[in-house]
């Protein structure tokens, strides 16, 4: 089954994508927002840009992660403390996705980068860390469509396949 971005699924239509577990269609539509930010940040001729526009889609993939399975208990700690303090998405995915450690690790590690590329340091980023993470993301949502159980299509007739397994950042073994 292939899922566009703007189509509101039935609970039936949702438990064919996973038998025994319904995607959620927030965690479909991040994915699709996702897709398509890196897309458009791959087209980007700024290496500022390319790259803080694929860091962004990785944390739109992740979130995602996170909408597919984070749930009240989900985290450590009383929920007083929990409240009071502030956690990164990278954090929150090594909780509730503990798989993905290793992905967050990197992008946690890249998170500085895309701070300087946004404020316009113009030589933050090369042109090949850019185009290197642009891959690095295109893998990682792939994990991610995995991860949730989805099948995600932004544009007519493109199908992300589930059959990838979970690895890390770099080429795969």
């Known amino acids: 089954m292939v899922i566009d971005s ?4 039935t609970e039936n239509q949702l438990a064919m994508l996973r038998p025994g577990r319904a995607v959620s269609q927030t965690a479909c539509a991040l994915l699709a927002q996702a897709r398509a930010g890196l897309d458009e940040a791959a087209q980007l001729p700024a290496p500022g840009e390319r790259y803080a526009g694929a860091h962004l889609a990785a944390l739109r993939g992740t979130a995602a992660v996170l ?5 009240p208990d989900t985290h450590s700690g009383t929920g007083a403390k929990r409240r009071g303090r502030l956690r990164s998405a990278w954090d ?26 946004e404020a316009g340091v113009t030589h ?4 090949r860390e850019a185009d290197d993470l642009v891959r690095d993301v295109e893998t990682f949502l792939t994990v991610v469509t995995t991860t949730v159980g989805a099948v995600v299509s932004t544009t007519v007739g493109a199908v992300v396949s ?12």
């Open 6 to 9: 703007r189509a509101r699924l």
């Open 67 to 71: 909408a597919a399975r984070a749930h």
């Open 92 to 117: 929150l995915l090594c909780e509730v996705a503990p798989e993905m450690g290793e992905w967050a690790a990197f992008f946690a590690a890249g998170a500085a980068k895309r701070a300087a590329a």
């Open 124 to 127: 933050a980023v090369t042109a």
């Open 162 to 173: 589930t059959t990838v397994g979970v690895h890390g950042p770099g080429p795969s073994p």
